[in-house]
T-cell receptor, first 115, second 113 residues
């Protein structure tokens, strides 16, 4: 079974631009979560989607947004990029959400560099 | 991989020795605790989890211990191998919201051959 895939793997943008990252979950997984990983802040939860609905949201500004499609694929968007948005963005998928713990499987991440 | 911070706690062990990685948590309402391993250039990989009503759980070469009294979690790796070199994170979930993992800062494990 194929794992979680993320595209692109590497991205370089300049301040003020916007970016869209993509995540394809493991087949059959309906929950997709996004995390930001930086040396200073570590791994921080951005948001979670299940059945095309945002179920949870972390403490990030509104410049960070996401969506999920009917096939469970997800995208996250960052508008008006800032230097501090440089990070590894990780996507994780799991079977279900809410009330029952299910293991999350992580993708390799997208390395975003903002110049 | 690129996730390694400049000031991560580091544990250096000799190949074949046992490793113990520690983690403190703050929320008594956490339901599950999970250990992840992250190798260079890869996303976190699940190692083992433990439910909050358990004290100990064993896997292959790994054991997780949970002490709720002092809010402490540890990961023991038996007979540590060079392939165990990575950054290890503990994570917790709260209130059944298992899509939202709260991660610790991580510990870098280096195994000397």
């Amino acid at each position: 079974k194929a794992g979680v895939t993320q595209t692109p793997r590497y991205l370089i943008k300049t301040r003020g631009q916007q970016v869209t990252l993509s995540c394809s979950p493991i087949s059959g997984h309906r929950s997709v979560s996004w995390y930001q990983q930086t040396p200073g802040q570590g791994l921080q939860f951005l948001f979670e989607y299940f059945s095309e609905t945002q179920r949870n949201k972390g403490n990030f500004p509104g410049r960070f947004s996401g969506r999920q499609f009917s096939n469970s694929r997800s995208e996250m968007n960052v508008s008006t990029l800032e230097l501090g948005d440089s990070a590894l963005y990780l996507c994780a998928s799991s079977r279900t959400t809410g009330g029952i713990y299910n293991e999350q499987f992580f993708g390799p991440g997208t390395r975003l560099t903002v110049l | 991989g690129e996730s390694v911070g400049l000031h991560l706690p580091t544990l250096s062990v000799q190949e074949g020795d046992n490793s113990i990685i520690n983690c403190a948590y703050s929320n008594s309402a956490s339901d599950y605790f999970i250990w992840y391993k992250q190798e260079s250039g890869k996303g976190p990989q699940f190692i083992i989890d433990i439910r909050s009503n358990m004290d100990k759980r064993q896997g292959q070469r790994v054991t997780v211990l949970l002490n709720k009294t002092v809010k402490h979690l540890s990961l023991q790796i038996a007979a540590t191998q060079p392939g165990d070199s990575a950054v290890y994170f503990c994570a917790e979930t709260i209130g059944g919201s298992q899509g939202n993992l709260i991660f610790g800062k991580g510990t870098k494990l280096s195994v000397k051959p």
